[in-house]
């Protein structure tokens, strides 16, 4: 049994023992443990799940502190779904509570959230803001996590915005606060971050080696739905290198990790990435065209997942000079990403489409 099913097994012994002694309280606080560990391994509904029941025995014993923690609980499960709308919605209700209880490290954590709301939807002012409050509550707390973990916010603000050298002066505080205090997820995501960075640069070595550092840690912690991202990110620095057949093995350790996850945005690009693989291995023309006619067939409800798809088939499509395909799919493409890019003001969405148009 791993430590993940041993953590299950004993909280599940914990709200026997709640049950039977007929104690709300232990049963609220070990489901939203519960919670965290399904929502800790992107397994949503279930953590969903876990949290509301949570919440159902802290309202009945009137715990408000344990009402703002279940409540924030709910809202970063959400945020992690992309539900920016509803996630905000209760990290405005945990942050009305932690002001009621004087609760400055509630304060501070809600008011870092919703900066990551801010910044996911393009309000980038509004989301400095909220992080600098957050760095300057966590400073008077002494709190060296959360100040690490805002730092890596704040990279990641500066990173969507195109400032890559203030996104890695942001993201090496972050890692230097982490490894002072023995933050393993932090380091984890400060070097993935640092790769990410370096990638959009294209300094594909120096990322390479920041992916080696975070997929190593991310693969002792468990951190399955960052493991992948990482791991997908070097697979795809290979694939831009021509190591086709390095950069497939680790494909294929991504799509083992995308079985156990509820991530369609993952899944899709992993299944592109193997079958441009396939497509750039292959001289005949015939079977290059099989191949689009595969990703075409792949489907979704995302609609940055669609465009992506679209994007990938317009550029297949040049390989093979088919100009009529090409700009059919590069416009539907456009289309999509300028409609993304309306509600987020994301960098990244930006030069997606600026990429296309110079196609």
């Known amino acids: 049994m791993g430590k993940y099913e041993e953590a299950l097994s004993y909280y599940q012994k914990r709200i026997k023992i709640g049950e039977e002694l007929k104690n709300p309280k232990i049963i609220a606080y070990t489901y939203n443990n519960i919670g965290n560990i399904y929502s800790y391994h992107a397994e949503y509904e279930k953590a969903k799940n876990s949290f509301e029941k949570s919440l159902k025995f ?30 905000m919605k209760f990290f405005e209700r945990s942050l009305e509570i932690s002001r009621e209880l004087d609760d400055k ?34 400073e008077k707390l002494k709190d060296k996590s959360g100040l ?11 990173s969507n915005n195109g400032k890559y050298e203030k996104a890695i002066k942001s993201y090496e505080k972050m890692l230097r606060i982490s490894e002072e205090i023995g933050y393993q997820i932090g380091k984890a995501l400060a070097y993935g971050n640092l790769g990410n960075v370096y990638k959009k640069m294209q300094l594909y070595e120096k990322a390479l080696k920041a992916f080696e550092a975070s997929t190593e840690i991310e693969e002792k ?33 991504v ?18 990435l193997l079958n441009k693989i396939r497509f750039y291995s292959s001289s005949n023309i015939p079977r290059k065209k099989e191949i689009i006619q595969e990703i075409i067939s792949l489907s979704t409800d995302d609609e940055e997942s669609k465009a992506f798809i679209f994007s990938e088939i317009a550029f297949l499509f040049e390989a093979l000079k088919e100009s009529s395909e090409k700009n059919k799919y590069k416009k539907r493409a456009i289309n999509l990403y300028k409609k993304i890019y309306r509600t987020t003001k994301n960098h990244n969405i930006k030069a997606k489409i600026e990429n296309l148009e110079n196609l």
């Open 255 to 272: 799509s083992e990790i995308c079985r156990q996850l509820n991530n369609s945005f993952i899944r899709i690009q992993t299944d592109i």
């Open 58 to 87: 802290a309202q009945k014993i009137g715990d408000i502190y344990a009402i703002s923690i279940i409540v924030e609980n709910l809202g970063i499960l959400y945020m992690k779904q992309n539900k920016n709308d509803l996630a």
């Open 148 to 158: 690490a973990f805002t730092f890596g916010n704040l990279g990641n603000l500066y």
């Open 221 to 253: 912690l468990n951190l399955k739905e960052h493991l992948a991202k990482d791991l997908l990110s070097k697979a795809e620095i290979l694939f831009l290198k021509e190591k086709y057949n390095e950069s497939q093995k680790i494909i294929e350790k």
């Open 105 to 138: 490290s509630g304060i501070a954590v809600n008011l870092g959230n919703m900066g990551i709301i801010y910044n996911k939807m393009g309000n980038r002012k509004k989301a400095m803001e909220y992080f600098q409050k957050r760095i300057e509550i966590s």
